[in-house]
């Protein structure tokens, strides 16, 4: 059991490790999910630093990017899940979209675009796109 107390002055235990947070989808909410995200993360660092310092930075990007999709091409409110697992942290971004995330060409000429798919692919060991009746469910699972 983890010692010590959240901000919110609740003590820290095994569920302040599974999280789960809504969203408007408005796009403040990017903002809102890194927010989350790094709460998240502190209360962990203080049980379970992480291996390598970057891992912070990577979750906190791949977090970022699926709410800045979520926002742009899934209409409506989303929402965040960050858990634990024994070797490091599994992210679920639920959106009310039922179409696939694919890679889009990067192009510069228009503002830029194109690279936050990539990003997440390449930062995570592992992600998986399960579309439901009611959107989809995006797992990434990256180191801590």
């Known amino acids: ?15 302040a490790f599974d999280r789960w947070v809504s969203f408007s989808g408005e796009l ?7 927010l989350a995200a790094q709460d998240f993360l502190g209360d962990l660092a203080r049980r379970t630093p992480p291996a390598a310092l970057e891992y912070w930075d990577d979750i906190l990007l791949v977090v970022t990017e699926l ?5 742009q091409y899934a209409p409506g409110p989303f929402a965040l899940r960050l858990r634990r697992t024994f070797d490091g942290v599994h992210i ?14 990067f192009s510069p000429r228009t ?13 995570c060991d592992q992600v998986s796109v399960v579309i439901t009746d009611g959107g989809k469910d995006i797992h990434a699972f990256l180191p801590w």
Do not use: I, Q, Y
């Not at 059991?1 to 569920?15: Q, V």
């Not at 679920?92 to 060409?105: I, K």
């Not at 503002?111 to 930062?123: E, I, K």
């Open 28 to 34: 403040r909410s990017v903002t809102g999910a890194r």
């Open 67 to 71: 709410a800045a999709n979520a926002v």
């Open 1 to 15: 059991m983890a010692t010590g107390r959240r901000r919110d002055n609740t003590p820290l235990s095994e569920e």
């Open 92 to 105: 679920t971004m639920h959106d009310t979209s039922t179409v696939r995330p694919e890679p889009r060409p």
């Open 111 to 123: 503002g830029g675009g194109g690279v936050g798919w990539r990003l997440v692919d390449t930062l």
